[in-house]
């Protein structure tokens, strides 16, 4: 039953049309969600169905682009490299006013501070530090964000 209800809220929080729908179906998910976050249609969440996976935080008034992936756990699956390289289930947490562009991928074990923006199609495998704009593949700075809050 547990694992039907993770399917459940994966397809809603990925597809529903409703935003405060979508939130709900995170919650669902054990996902611990700030206020006034918008998450886009399309998101993708990576994941275990046995809830067995890394843990999601995300601040208060976050946006996230349409077409995201956040991966919560990566694994070679039951290749023999799994003995060398184990599953990663290591968090990600997201601080508050972050906007997270369209296409975005954050890899496990990654901390994005506030006020911090991805470009669209970047890749987060490393943290991302406060009032920083990063973008490409993998992600760099491309500028610090002005501190007008």
Known sequence: MFRLKIKICKGL????PWVK????????LGFKLGKDIIPSPGIMFVMMNSGDSG?????????IGSGSIIILESSPGNSR???????DKRGIKIGQDV???AGVIIL??????DFAIIASGSVVNKDVDAYTLVGGVPAKKLKDVPKVF
């Open 13 to 16: 929080a990925t597809h529903f």
């Open 21 to 28: 729908m979508r939130v709900w179906a995170m919650h669902g």
């Open 55 to 63: 843990s999601l935080e995300i601040g208060d008034r976050v946006g």
């Open 81 to 87: 490299l799994q003995e060398i390289y184990p599953s």
């Open 99 to 101: 906007w997270i562009g």
């Open 108 to 113: 496990p074990g990654v901390s994005i501070g």
